[in-house]
């Protein structure tokens, strides 16, 4: 029993943060494996991570990466069943990202259920049988390995201790023995904006997701060559495919680097169309205000938009580009000024890609 050799947290409130204990995985050789195959006509297997406030996930086998059962299970499944000229499908039950890389052209369909609650089992269902078109796209990146992400280099930081040590037994805080201390050192370079920055490629980029129909966008048209209070930016969306469905469109901007180290594009925009029959097609409007231009100046405590060339760049994901256009602002400009309030009380040591 898995669950009687695990230790029994500290006290009430360490058990009520960490949750409940997952059921371990089920060994599934070759032999069961073909025997499902024989009897079964598709693969459903669930890949499940708990995650919430009070524990943080760690860089191991059975959080971030597969556990060697988890692994054997999904080749073990995949075999049998192609085997058979059959397919798997592997759903991703989980709270935070988690390795795929490895392992994801194994499965014929990889279906991101998230945490979905209660109503889990009628959605995933709704989807897989194709009574609704997925047209979810990711809010964060998934990398290929842990280490790809900036923060690995920092966190979790070190440990500190502290002034009345707790005794045996007892816990400190979300139940933490130590209280710990971590300097992030990504500065703006969080997600997207630093995996398309520095070119490290991920395993799935920001804003991707796939549809049983396909989609073209078309006819970017911006209202002007010249940024002037605000802007807009129009673009067609057509579904070519054969089944009707939705889309994310999303509005990425770069703007032109000067004093301030700047990522590649940001996200200024995104928009789902309507449900779109087979061949039809729809016009979404994107608006650019002065803010959407600006960047933080941390010496100067304002938000502040350089004058120069800013290229609009709307995509199907933040990889993913397919119409451009470009326009300028003819001078500086401060947008906002800010107080000078919490400031850092040691100096951090920021990643820095055009200004050193």
Do not use: C
């Amino acid at each position: 029993d898995e669950h009687k050799k695990q230790p029994k947290p500290e006290n009430f409130l360490a058990a009520l943060m960490r949750g409940k204990i997952p059921v371990a995985e089920m060994n599934v050789d070759p032999k069961l494996a073909a025997q499902m195959a024989q009897k079964s006509d598709i693969a459903l297997i669930t890949i499940g991570r708990n995650s919430g406030e009070g524990q943080d996930r760690k860089a191991e086998p059975g959080d971030f990466y597969l556990n060697d059962t988890e692994k054997v299970l999904i080749k073990n499944v995949a075999e049998a069943f192609h085997a058979k000229g059959k397919k798997l499908v592997v759903v991703m039950n989980i709270g935070g990202v988690i390795e795929t890389a490895s392992w994801k052209d194994l499965p014929d369909a990889i279906l991101l259920a998230w945490q979905p609650g209660q109503e889990a089992g009628n959605s995933i269902t709704d989807i897989l049988s194709g009574k609704v078109d997925p047209s979810g796209k990711l809010a964060v990146t998934f990398p290929v390995n842990y280490s790809d992400e900036p923060s690995a280099k920092n966190f979790p930081g070190v440990e500190l201790e502290p002034e009345n040590k707790p005794q045996d037994g007892e816990s400190m805080g979300f139940g933490r023995s130590k209280p710990a201390k971590v300097v992030y050192e990504e500065g703006i370079y969080v997600g997207y904006r630093y995996f398309n920055t520095f070119g490290v490629k991920p395993s799935y980029e920001f804003g991707y997701g796939l549809s049983y129909t396909n989609f073209t966008l078309s006819n970017l048209k911006l209202s002007s060559s010249a940024f002037n209070k605000s802007l807009t930016a129009t673009v067609v969306v057509k579904n070519t495919g054969k089944v009707a469905g939705k889309d994310v469109v999303q509005m990425y901007l770069s703007a032109p680097v000067k004093k301030l180290d700047k990522p590649a594009e940001e996200l200024k925009g995104f928009a789902k169309t309507k449900l779109l029959a087979p061949g039809e097609s729809e016009t979404l409007t994107f608006t650019l205000d002065a803010r959407s231009l600006a960047s933080f100046h941390t010496d100067l405590s304002a938000w502040i938009a350089d004058a120069g060339k800013y290229t609009v760049k709307i995509g199907a994901s933040s990889m993913d580009i397919k119409q451009s256009g470009t326009f300028t602002l003819a001078k500086d400009m401060t947008v906002k000024t800010e107080s000078r309030s919490l400031l850092p009380v040691e100096k951090i040591n920021e990643l820095k890609y055009n200004v050193k």
